[in-house]
């Protein structure tokens, strides 16, 4: 009988806490997104750096509240953080490389140790595990074949477990962005 009192009790928890939400504009603990909040993150993708009463103008709303709008993203991890994008090829990285790594053993520890190797390499930029013929695609910036070719050499082929290394070399970027479809 007392797990029966316990599970009306549970289940009425449960359903204040989702009218409780439904009020204050939560769902799961975040907020949800209104059209305003997806104005100013749209704004914010493409100026980062755009003035806080530029982004209250271009939404309709008073600056402060556009503050706290942009607090309440970023507190709820909506907005991860700000950084310059950089032109990698005046600065000197004229090679650009697409490396699909295949493992030799597909165990925890080999995985979680070229994981760890790759994270410790800085002209590694990306790093996305894929599924089919390869297990990562590695997208790295050197600056020439050279420069490539020792990284290969003497960091990632040294890496335990690593089966193959297949290479490709960027011609050209048609498109390259960091903006969410949102």
């Known amino acids: 009988m007392a797990r029966s009192g316990q599970n009306r009790e549970s289940v009425a928890t449960r359903r204040r806490k989702a009218n409780m939400a439904e ?3 939560t769902l799961n603990g975040k907020p949800r997104l209104d059209d305003v909040d997806f104005a100013i993150l749209r704004l914010l993708q493409r100026d980062g750096r755009m003035p806080n009463a530029d982004v ?4 309709g709303l008073s600056p402060p509240s556009v503050l706290q709008r942009i607090r309440k993203l970023e507190a709820c ?6 950084m310059a994008l950089l032109d990698h090829e005046r600065l000197g990285f004229g090679l650009l490389v697409i490396a699909m790594v295949s493992l030799s053993l597909h165990q925890e520890k080999a995985i979680d140790r070229f994981r760890y190797a790759i994270v410790q390499i800085p002209e590694v930029v990306e790093c996305l595990h894929v599924s089919g013929e390869h297990d990562y695609l590695l997208k790295i910036l050197v600056k020439d074949m050279a420069s490539y070719e020792k990284l290969v050499r003497e960091e990632l082929s040294t890496i335990p477990g690593i089966g193959k290394i297949h290479s490709s070399f960027v011609l050209g970027v048609n498109k390259s962005s960091s903006r969410l479809p949102i």
């Not at 209250?56 to 939404?59: E, G, I, K, L, W």
């Open 23 to 25: 009020r204050d504009g």
């Open 56 to 59: 209250a103008r271009n939404v």
């Open 77 to 82: 991890g909506y907005v991860k953080g700000y």
